[in-house]
């Protein structure tokens, strides 16, 4: 879970860096703050009861108050982002400009991750790079300057992304049914579930199971599922001595020669060829 802030603040700025394969073992609460975090590199599947995005380089991702949030690896890179912690009163000057009574409800209709462009990357990492300044030099006039500096932050990317990008706010129902499918398939890999399984454990038809995939994720559930499996053999083969074999059949592949075949049509090297590139590095 995130550590609450400190006593007597409203802010806390961190710099978060994750090796190649992690994903959070629980899902995170954000109680009486907000988080905003910009991806710097790499690439991550976000999800939580409310919301399920695939977030990457250049991405800007909010956390509303009262959200369990929660992450993991969708490739074999490793990933940092910059992680804004802030509450209520760091941002209650902005609400008469967004039109809300509270910060959390104007994600109600709008969404919470936005895709920056390449001019918009640099503006936010120099307000970034001053937020750090700031932070590493605390003193008793840092949280009126890190006020400024987040408020010119969220102005400027929800000025530049308020217009014309409006997407309907997702049906809270769909996404509990793909955070439990999602749930379902990494906790059942072994088994290499199929898509009537997994919308049975969601008590969900199989159609609209499979809709959600496509419209969340913009994934097959056949697809989604193989990448799963070859993801979690490749944390097998890196983080592990086990057998080829012994990996196959916990990845969920009915046969060693099938799990190499599927191996290095995604990736395009054998199981073996992978597990030695590593081991050089």
């Known amino acids: 879970m995130p550590l609450p802030l400190k006593d007597g603040y409203n802010f806390n700025y961190a710099r978060v860096c994750h090796p190649p394969f992690y994903e959070m073992t629980s899902a995170e609460a954000y109680a009486d703050f907000y988080g905003l975090s910009f991806m710097l590199s790499g690439d991550a599947l976000v999800y939580s009861t409310e919301c399920a995005t695939i977030v990457r380089k250049g991405d ?11 992450s993991t690896y969708i490739s074999d890179q490793p990933r940092e982002h910059i992680l804004l912690k802030f509450t209520d009163s760091m941002v209650s000057e902005l609400l008469p400009l967004l039109g809300v009574e509270h910060f959390n409800d104007y994600f109600t209709d709008h969404p919470s ?18 937020i750090e300044a700031e932070w590493n030099t605390y003193n008793e ?43 379902y398939i990494k906790t059942h890999l072994h088994k290499s579930p199929s898509l009537k399984e997994t919308a049975a454990y969601a008590n969900i038809s199989v159609s609209y199971l499979s809709k959600i995939f496509i419209a969340h994720l913009h994934t097959p559930y056949s697809t989604f599922l193989l990448n799963e499996k070859i993801l979690y053999a490749q944390k097998m083969l890196v983080g592990s001595s086990q057998t080829m074999e012994e990996i196959a059949e916990k990845a969920g592949f009915s046969s060693n020669t099938y799990f190499s075949d599927c191996f290095k049509r995604v990736t395009g090297v054998t199981p073996l060829q992978f597990r030695k590139s590593y081991q050089q590095k």
């Open 60 to 70: 800007i991702n909010f956390t509303p108050k009262y959200r369990y949030r929660r």
């Open 141 to 183: 006039y840092s949280e009126i300057l890190l006020k400024g500096l987040l408020h010119q932050l969220i102005i400027l990317l929800l000025k530049d992304h308020s217009e014309g990008e409006i997407e309907p706010a997702p049906d809270p129902q769909k996404n509990i049914c793909l955070f439990n499918a999602i749930d």
């Open 113 to 130: 991750s936005i895709h920056l462009t390449r001019p918009e990357q640099k503006k936010v990492s120099a307000i970034m790079q001053e």
